[in-house]
């Protein structure tokens, strides 16, 4: 497999944005330069924002509030509903600035703008269901309900892997709850962040009687987030990446009293019990753990194998591993693109370093070279066979290693799987009827999401997005996950002409 001449992809990626109406000249100067994984070349250098831009992107995004607040919902999400057509319209393009960018192969590269259409259909629907109860109320001619408020800017942080989609959950939900969102993008993402917003900014411009400044966009490294962190008008920060980054903001965000919806680390386990159906097993098992090349929030990382299967597990593994396409994910028929870059590389070989050394049997992790490309960084999936988990099995290597860890009866697979500081994703391969419904009872699996054959990655949005522990607890996507973007207030109304006080309470002033 060979990789496109040197030249190609940025040229290819400054059209493709143009195509998509970013006026990529206008943010250039700087020092941040947005690369291809797929060769490693640079495609641009772009200007990061200072905090006092992140200021007054919010202080926009506030004043446009006040005003959409009081749209309809089901106004705001005819806005939402034109956005996704118009992704739809530029899919294509869209989807291939993620592979470039991203490093996803094509179909990836595409699911990840359907996930944002997918999402603003979810919320057009919900903007004509954001209801609140009717309570029955104690005393006399009185009524008791709940109301559903706007809440005010969202601040949004996302990362590389899911450069669109992630920012799509959030402002989608947020839009059509009369809220206002400013966008930090991560560093390593910005060409598709600024392509969707683009996207954005023409939908809305097609509805000038509405204001124009409730979606923001700023681009900037940690300080830019730490300012929309601190920053008082955001009451809601949403933030997904590394557990380091949630412990930098979740605190800062708290010491002000704001919200945050928090999607940090994942250390994803699928149990394989002596029933299950291994050919499945094998594909699930696949997708999961090398799929967008070990670089999913869900990705499968550690592999609790009942004693029995092991050997034949871990033989059809290796066999599906050693033919697995790696190479330039534009071409028809990769499986395994690059990763991020070479720091990214870099901890991958620590983390099989340190696995060797603590007793691990590793196979595969090599780098794939590629002649011409030396800041391209493809790596072969890596399988580390352990006798009993060691302790760099408990950390989130953003790479494909797949730790894979025997058991011998049930409740030590379960302990197993929880025995983790994350809580994201988990999934069991079982026929066995009760098994499956153990894992998923109370005293099963501790994360977020708990699957029955299927592997831990690639949710669909109609649930709620997000995992447990240092995972953060936040909900995101689908489910109720819309009641974190709203404030709720409880409205007791009078309609009797007296008034008696609750719990019996007399306060007579004569
Ligand atoms: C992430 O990696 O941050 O469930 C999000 C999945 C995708 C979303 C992943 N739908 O794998």
Redesign the pocket.
Do not use: I, L
């Given at each position: 497999m060979t990789l496109p001449p040197p030249g190609t992809l940025p040229e290819r990626a400054r059209s493709l944005a143009k195509s998509l109406g970013v006026d990529l000249p206008a943010h250039e100067g700087g020092d941040l330069v947005v690369r291809t994984p797929v060769t490693g070349e640079a495609i641009a250098r772009l200007k990061a924002q200072s905090p006092a831009d992140v200021a007054g992107a919010v202080e926009r995004a506030h004043a446009a509030f006040l005003a959409w607040r009081l749209v309809p919902a089901p106004r705001r999400g005819e806005v939402v509903r034109a956005f996704g057509e118009r992704l739809r319209a530029h899919k294509a393009a869209l989807g291939e600035i993620v592979t470039l960018e991203a490093g996803k192969i094509r179909s990836e590269g595409l699911g990840e703008v359907q996930?944002i259409i997918d999402i603003c259909d979810f919320a057009v629907g919900l903007s004509r269901q954001l209801h609140g109860l009717t309570i029955a109320s104690e005393r006399p001619g009185h009524r008791m309900m709940e109301t559903w408020h706007p809440l005010g800017v969202v601040g949004v942080i996302t990362?590389f892997?899911?450069p669109a989609?992630?920012w799509g959950w959030n402002a989608a939900l947020a839009f059509v709850c009369g809220d206002s969102v400013v966008w930090k993008p991560s560093e390593k993402a910005l060409l598709t962040a600024l392509c969707c917003h683009a996207i954005w900014k023409t939908t809305l411009a097609a509805f000038p009687d509405l204001p124009q400044d409730i979606g923001e966009l700023v681009i900037g490294g940690a300080p830019a987030g730490e300012a929309l962190a601190d920053h008082p008008r955001v009451p809601l920060v949403s933030a997904?990446g590394s557990t380091r980054m949630g412990r930098l903001v979740a605190p800062r965000v708290a010491a002000r009293f704001g919200r945050t919806i928090l999607?940090l680390g994942g250390n994803n386990a699928a149990i394989v019990a002596p029933s299950a159906d291994l050919d499945l097993a094998v594909r699930g098992i696949a997708f999961s753990a090398v799929g967008t090349a070990g670089q999913?929030?869900?990705t499968l990382r550690r592999l609790i194998v009942h004693a029995s299967l092991r050997d034949e597990l871990l033989a059809r593994l290796k066999s599906a591993y050693a033919s697995l396409p790696i190479g330039s994910p534009l071409e028809a028929g990769t499986l395994v693109g690059p990763l991020i870059d070479g720091a990214a590389f870099e901890a991958m070989q620590a983390a099989l370093m340190a696995s060797r050394s603590q007793g691990a049997t590793v196979t595969g992790g090599a780098r794939r070279e590629f002649a011409g490309f030396g800041e391209a960084f493809y790596a072969e999936p890596a399988i580390c066979e352990w006798g009993e988990a060691g302790e760099v099995t408990r950390h989130e290597t953003f790479a494909p290693i797949l730790h894979v860890i025997p058991y011998r009866d049930f409740d030590e697979a379960v302990a197993i799987q929880n025995d983790v500081p994350q809580g994201l994703a988990s999934s069991i391969f079982t026929r066995d009827l009760a098994e499956a419904e153990r894992f998923v009872s109370a005293a099963g699996s501790d994360c977020g999401i708990a699957n029955v054959n299927i592997g831990p990655?690639?949710?669909e949005i109609g649930g709620a997005?997000g995992g447990e522990k240092e995972t953060g607890g936040g909900r995101e996507s689908g489910s109720d996950s819309w009641k974190a973007y709203m404030r709720r207030a409880t409205n007791t109304i009078n309609y009797s002409g007296a008034l008696p006080l609750a719990q019996g309470v007399k306060f007579d002033i004569g």
């Open positions: 996930e990362a892997n899911f989609a992630v997904t999607e999913r929030c869900t990655s690639g949710a997005f």
